[in-house]
């Protein structure tokens, strides 16, 4: 079975620092994907990023990095220069082929972005 | 390009009555998924499609829960009858199997069940 943990339930960060939101997961497959969603207070989901368990380099889009550190089996989302619109809950998720293509996903972090 | 489409985007509705969720996945995406959030439970994964055949409804709560996919382009998923407990948010969501990974997220569909 695959889970995933994020620890951090909410947290606060001053508006243009950087903020990093943890995610731990587990899964014995050795193919696998790692995504994280942000959802604003209206309630979609919006993809932000992926990282593939065999990508060599950390994956990043834009504001967006994810620092992947396979042994630890850890994919943390780092959003630089935090801005307003930045607050959100923020998901991580993965999905393994093992786990029949299934995205599951942790509980999410409330990231509140403070002028 | 069109998202993932959802209707209605929020209900209310009396126990016991039958409700009907609807979506409309990206073109050409092979896969659709439905979700349900809910602050207890968070996000979990209600039942899967691939080319319109569902693939995995482990799932679906109980028998009141049903999801068809006809075609490529129209899924809906039932809820017959209606409990107060089904309050939530109905995600679908549809993926491209063939290539590349990402899975998108229509806006959700509200449903409250008084």
């Known amino acids: 079975a695959q889970k995933i943990t994020q620890t951090q339930p909410g947290m606060f960060v001053q508006e243009k620092e950087a903020v990093t939101l943890d995610c731990t997961y587990d899964?014995?497959?050795?193919?696998?994907?790692l995504f994280w969603y942000k959802q604003p207070s209206s309630g979609e989901m919006i993809f932000l990023i992926y990282?593939?368990?065999?990508?060599?380099q950390n994956a990043t889009e834009g504001r967006y990095s994810l620092n992947f550190q396979k042994a630890r089996k850890s994919a943390n989302l780092v959003i630089s220069a935090s801005q307003l619109g930045d607050s959100a809950m923020y998901f991580c998720a993965m999905r393994s082929t093992a786990a029949g293509n299934k995205l599951t996903f942790g509980g999410g972090t409330r990231v509140l972005v403070k002028p | 390009d069109a998202g993932v489409i959802q209707s209605p985007r929020h209900e209310v509705t009396e126990m016991g009555q039958e409700v009907t969720l609807r979506c409309k996945p990206i073109?050409?995406?092979?896969?659709l998924f439905w979700y349900r959030q809910t602050m207890m439970r968070g996000l979990e994964l209600l039942i899967y499609?691939?080319?319109?055949?569902?693939?995995?409804d482990s799932g679906m709560p109980e028998d009141r829960f049903s999801a068809k996919m006809p075609n490529a382009s129209f899924s809906t998923l039932k809820i017959q009858p209606s409990e107060p407990r089904d309050s939530a948010v109905y995600f679908c969501?549809?993926?491209?199997?063939?290539?590349?990974?990402?899975?998108?997220f229509g806006e959700g569909s509200w449903l409250t069940v008084v």
């Open positions: 499609f691939n080319n319109n055949v569902p693939i995995d």
């Open positions: 899964t014995s497959d050795p193919s696998y994907g």
């Open positions: 990282q593939g368990s065999y990508d060599q």
């Open positions: 073109s050409g995406h092979d896969y």
């Open positions: 969501a549809s993926r491209q199997g063939s290539s590349g990974n990402t899975i998108y």
